[in-house]
């Protein structure tokens, strides 16, 4: 009798995140820790150095060891430092989309997802539809207050142990795929309208709870 060989174990493909700041790196985290069978290895990575050009740097050198890559923005910072450039500067929304245009165009192995204003939309889709115009991360984090009263963006609020700021949105989050998907596509045009393109990220790492 012929001995069976041993089925090799598929290696789990690898997912790097790439993030700007500390709320979206807990929560991808507590994403990580409560969901334990997704078929894919995520790592949220936030560089010390978040000038745009530094993310940048960061997503394509990442697109060499990883399977995919996802570049997390926020728009608002964005769209505040444009407001703010002096004339003849080049705006950070114009460098912002010349990076967006490459990676589309050479590495199809990375995936831009804008969150306009911020992650803080992402999370209050959880809960209702919505493109608000928000003109920074504030706006939204009021609106969300409301269905999470005691919402912090600390640490301490977004790792708590059994009580994380994942599991705080869990059971909402078919409804956020669902709002996801609704929302326009980002328009150059108009550039402040509410929008989360977070529903690419999570169909991907095999969350679809529609």
Known sequence: MRNKRPIPLKAKPKFAIVVDGETEFWYFQM????????????????????????????????????????????????????????????????????????????YKNVIVIINQPCIEFWFLIHFKYTAQQFSNCDGAGKQLKKHIPDYAKSEKFFTKQDNDIYLKLKFHIAKALSNSKKLPLFNKANPSRGLSEMSKLFEDIGINKE
């Open 31 to 106: 994403l990580k820790r409560n969901e334990k069978l997704i078929k894919v290895d995520i790592k949220p990575e936030i560089p010390q150095r978040k000038k745009l050009s530094d993310l940048y740097s960061k997503v394509i050198e990442l697109a060499n060891s990883y399977d995919k890559v996802y570049w997390i923005i926020d728009l608002d910072v964005i769209l505040s430092e444009s407001l703010q450039a002096k004339k003849g500067q080049q705006k950070a929304i114009d460098i912002f989309l010349e990076y967006k245009r490459i990676i589309e165009n050479k």
